[in-house]
Each structure stands twice: as structure tokens, then as C-alpha cells.
Nanobody, 119 residues
Framework: QVQLVESGGGLVQAGGSLRLSCAAS????????MGWYRQAPEKQRELVAD???????NYADSVKGRFTISRDNAKNTVYLQMNSLKPEDTAVYYC?????????????WGQGTQVTVSS
């Protein structure tokens, strides 16, 4: 099996910063695309940013210039550095990782971490 453990959420004032981490462990041959999604109350889950195994990154327009996604393949970990946070960034943030195992390629989700930005 594969487990994802997220950390780094919390409460921050507008303009502040937070760094999220998501570490994968278990029966892993390789990690493919790694990403962060978020879901605010009464809204659909949306992509925030993702990064391919080759390092190509993709960001939602709403976070470009403020958030940075990165990965450490040696640690099986993906990060999301969030700067200049706004109240509208408040949501539960989920990591999603595509994992290659002996039995095939599968997508796994983290448990979610709450990010709350106060005005």
C-alpha cells in the first residue's frame, strides 16, 4: 500500500506565508506527477499546482506568482510554498500523487490539511 501524510496547514493572517508538505511512503517504484488541490466550503475541489517527474510545473491563475510547488524525489515529498496569502485561499488542501507500483500506476490522495487566512 501507499500512504500520504500531509503537514503544514494552519491559521495565518492575510499577507502571511505557509509551507505544506506531503510525504509518500510504502510500495513505490517511482513517483509521477505530484500536485496540490484545494476545496473551499460549498465549492468544488480545484487544482492549485502540479509538477511532473521531469520538473514541469503548472499553476492555477489565482496563485501564479504567489505559490511555488517543488518536489524532493529522494524524500518522496512534494511541497507547496504559499506566500502573500489571501482570505480567498482559505480551504482544505489535498496532495495528489501518481505512483507507479509493481501492479501498475495509481493515484493517491492525502488526508487534507486546513489552511485558514484571516483578513
Amino acid at each position: 500500500q501507499v500512504q500520504l501524510v500531509e503537514s503544514g496547514g494552519g491559521l495565518v493572517q492575510a499577507g502571511g506565508s505557509l509551507r505544506l508538505s506531503c510525504a509518500a511512503s510504502g510500495s513505490i517504484i517511482s513517483l509521477n506527477t505530484m500536485g496540490w488541490y484545494r476545496q473551499a466550503p460549498e465549492k468544488q475541489r480545484e487544482l492549485v499546482a502540479d509538477i511532473t517527474s521531469g520538473g514541469r510545473v503548472n499553476y492555477a491563475d489565482s496563485v501564479k506568482g504567489r505559490f511555488t510547488i517543488s518536489r524532493d524525489n529522494a524524500k518522496n515529498t512534494v511541497y507547496l510554498q504559499m506566500n502573500s496569502l489571501k482570505p480567498e485561499d482559505t480551504a482544505v488542501y489535498y496532495c495528489k500523487i501518481s505512483v507507479t507500483r509493481w501492479s501498475g500506476r495509481f493515484a493517491y490522495w492525502g488526508q487534507g490539511t486546513q489552511v485558514t487566512v484571516s483578513s
